[in-house]
């Protein structure tokens, strides 16, 4: 039955992984307003956006095996309601302390189900061309859905609430849940399969205290010890999984799984295009609202073009896959960004319309690089280990996210933080230097004179970090490309 329906069981899974993946991003467009209406502080600003996805990296490969041991089907429906009451938590959250806490909440749901989406996807296509460009599919959708969170974010915001672009879940996984249920095979299920929680908690705390050292080296403020101290932490927590993964007889990650050169280069394919994307589209939608003064409405329609040219390449890229081969593919898509990037960055001063056509190249670029790295991380593994593999994939798209806010975005608040360079009395404290936002803030409240020169003073900072963000971003894409043509091969190409 399942092989008759696979395009509707195609529609099940891809609907709920949009869910997933755009909560990533829905908040770089909210972001301004959730901080004026929680009073949230700037630390309290990154952990908004990150404890979803770095909650969701420590999860996935213990959901991975999960997924094995229980069944794909069985983990992806019972994740569904958690998601949708998660989002209902973080949509009336009062404070930034409890939607962070909701934030974390509504990881645990999509942990369960993002593993199962992909394992889904592999058991119910069996024809190769077919299983590519279902594949093409899945990551047109993981790729949209990360470029369209800004822009459903600034729709949702010019209408409604903040809380609406939660909200909006609890809908959509009410009308999916039933469907699921009835279509979706069962697939996996191996009782000799164990769940390892300890490993979990493990790569949990390590991913934690890496990412809280990497964002404190941007706050000026910050402490030795807590960069040292949280560094250590996170080293200790990562090198303890990876050794027991080493003895363990089925372990969470099979770490041979790396030999392969197509695998592990997906995987890198995988975490830098998450951190191009997530880190380029922060600071663009920051830099539209506080310094350029549009609204979310008008942010998400100067957006748009990236998740359009996202969504339009990623299949097209699973079906030129076979034809060309996987290193050609890479390779382009890895230019047509790095491309996009460069252009944004020598055009961020012109008129908005060349800056649309800039995202537009640099989203056909991550589109592309989508689809290949799924293809290269999923057709280089056994059949029996798709749960695992699909975790795995699911973690480096998760942790290029959460890098490229941390560091991109960290980036932006260290450059910007020691380039604004303020006369002596214009402001007491230390507050204008922590963001933008505070400045601002700062200058709401102060003579029309005073303001101007803080708000002046402030937008050029901020200018200086949005081109060191773009700029990394750039180099980064061209240094992954020259790593990838020595650990990528060429591939038979079917003419």
């Given at each position: 039955?399942?092989?008759?329906?696979?395009?509707?069981?195609?529609?099940?899974?891809?609907?709920?992984?949009?869910?997933?993946?755009?909560?990533?991003?829905v908040l770089y467009t909210a972001l301004p307003r959730i901080m004026q209406e929680l009073n949230g502080t700037a630390a309290e600003k990154l952990w908004i956006i990150n404890a979803y996805p770095l909650v969701v990296a420590g999860l996935l490969p213990g959901a991975g095996m999960l997924s094995d041991r229980l069944g794909h089907k069985r983990l992806f429906i019972t994740g569904l309601p958690l998601f949708a009451l998660a989002s209902w938590c973080a949509a009336f959250?009062?404070?930034?302390?409890?939607?962070?806490?909701?934030?974390?909440?509504?990881?645990?749901?999509?942990?369960?189900?993002?593993?199962?989406?992909?394992?889904?996807?592999?058991?119910?296509?069996?024809?190769?061309?077919?299983?590519?460009?279902?594949?093409?599919?899945?990551?047109?959708?993981?790729?949209?859905?990360?470029?369209?969170?800004?822009?459903?974010?600034?729709?949702?915001?010019?209408?409604?609430?903040?809380?609406?672009?939660?909200?909006?879940?609890?809908?959509?996984?009410?009308?999916?849940?039933?469907?699921?249920?009835?279509?979706?095979?069962?697939?996996?299920?191996?009782?000799?399969?164990?769940?390892?929680?300890?490993?979990?908690?493990?790569?949990?705390?390590?991913?934690?205290?890496?990412?809280?050292?990497?964002?404190?080296?941007?706050?000026?403020?910050?402490?030795?010890?807590?960069?040292?101290?949280?560094?250590?932490?996170?080293?200790?927590?990562?090198?303890?999984?990876?050794?027991?993964?080493?003895?363990?007889?089925?372990?969470?990650?099979?770490?041979?799984?790396?030999?392969?050169?197509?695998?592990?280069?997906?995987?890198?394919?995988?975490?830098?295009?998450?951190?191009?994307?997530?880190?380029?589209?922060?600071?663009?939608?920051?830099?539209?609202?506080?310094?350029?003064?549009?609204?979310?409405?008008?942010?998400?329609?100067?957006?748009?073009?990236?998740?359009?040219?996202?969504?339009?390449?990623?299949?097209?890229?699973?079906?030129?896959?076979?034809?060309?081969?996987?290193?050609?593919?890479?390779?382009?898509?890895?230019?047509?960004?790095?491309?996009?990037?460069?252009?944004?960055?020598?055009?961020?001063?012109?008129?908005?319309?060349?800056?649309?056509?800039?995202?537009?190249?640099?989203?056909?670029?991550?589109?592309?690089?989508?689809?290949?790295?799924?293809?290269?991380?999923?057709?280089?593994?056994?059949?029996?280990?798709?749960?695992?593999?699909?975790?795995?994939?699911?973690?480096?798209?998760?942790?290029?996210?959460?890098?490229?806010?941390?560091?991109?975005?960290?980036?932006?608040?260290?450059?910007?933080?020691?380039?604004?360079?303020?006369?002596?009395?214009?402001?007491?404290?230390?507050?204008?230097?922590?963001?933008?936002?505070?400045?601002?803030?700062?200058?709401?409240?102060?003579?029309?004179?005073?303001?101007?020169?803080?708000?002046?003073?402030?937008?050029?900072?901020?200018?200086?970090a949005f081109l060191a963000v773009l700029g990394s971003a750039a180099a980064l894409l061209v240094l992954t490309s020259l790593v990838l043509r020595r650990v990528l091969r060429p591939v038979h190409c079917v003419k």
């Amino acid at each position: 039955m399942h092989v008759n329906n696979r395009w509707l069981v195609l529609a099940i899974v891809t609907s709920t992984l949009f869910l997933i993946v755009i909560d990533m991003t829905v908040l770089y467009t909210a972001l301004p307003r959730i901080m004026q209406e929680l009073n949230g502080t700037a630390a309290e600003k990154l952990w908004i956006i990150n404890a979803y996805p770095l909650v969701v990296a420590g999860l996935l490969p213990g959901a991975g095996m999960l997924s094995d041991r229980l069944g794909h089907k069985r983990l992806f429906i019972t994740g569904l309601p958690l998601f949708a009451l998660a989002s209902w938590c973080a949509a009336f959250s009062p404070t930034a302390g409890l939607l962070i806490a909701s934030r974390v909440f509504l990881a645990v749901g999509a942990a369960m189900m993002m593993p199962a989406t992909l394992a889904i996807v592999r058991h119910v296509f069996v024809d190769e061309r077919e299983r590519a460009l279902a594949i093409g599919i899945w990551a047109a959708v993981a790729s949209g859905a990360a470029a369209l969170g800004p822009v459903l974010g600034g729709l949702l915001l010019e209408y409604f609430w903040w809380g609406s672009v939660f909200l909006i879940n609890v809908p959509v996984v009410m009308v999916v849940l039933p469907f699921a249920c009835w279509l979706i095979p069962h697939s996996g299920g191996n009782r000799q399969r164990p769940f390892d929680l300890v490993g979990s908690l493990q790569i949990m705390f390590g991913l934690v205290g890496a990412v809280f050292a990497l964002k404190e080296l941007s706050n000026i403020n910050a402490s030795l010890f807590s960069v040292v101290a949280s560094a250590a932490v996170g080293a200790l927590f990562l090198t303890l999984f990876v050794r027991r993964q080493q003895r363990a007889a089925q372990p969470m990650i099979d770490f041979s799984l790396f030999r392969n050169g197509g695998f592990s280069g997906g995987v890198m394919i995988a975490i830098v295009s998450g951190i191009a994307l997530t880190g380029v589209e922060l600071v663009l939608t920051q830099r539209l609202q506080l310094v350029l003064g549009l609204s979310p409405l008008m942010s998400a329609l100067m957006l748009l073009p990236l998740p359009v040219a996202s969504v339009l390449a990623a299949p097209l890229a699973g079906v030129l896959l076979p034809r060309y081969g996987e290193l050609a593919v890479i390779m382009f898509s890895f230019t047509l960004s790095a491309l996009g990037i460069i252009c944004l960055l020598g055009l961020f001063s012109s008129a908005l319309i060349w800056q649309m056509l800039a995202l537009f190249v640099t989203g056909c670029g991550l589109g592309a690089m989508f689809t290949a790295a799924s293809t290269s991380i999923m057709l280089n593994t056994p059949e029996e280990k798709a749960g695992m593999v699909a975790a795995i994939e699911d973690v480096s798209w998760e942790l290029g996210g959460v890098l490229g806010v941390t560091l991109l975005g960290g980036m932006m608040t260290a450059v910007y933080s020691y380039g604004l360079v303020l006369p002596e009395g214009l402001v007491s404290g230390e507050a204008a230097y922590d963001s933008i936002d505070e400045a601002l803030r700062i200058a709401a409240g102060m003579g029309a004179e005073r303001a101007a020169q803080l708000t002046g003073l402030a937008y050029g900072a901020f200018d200086r970090a949005f081109l060191a963000v773009l700029g990394s971003a750039a180099a980064l894409l061209v240094l992954t490309s020259l790593v990838l043509r020595r650990v990528l091969r060429p591939v038979h190409c079917v003419k």
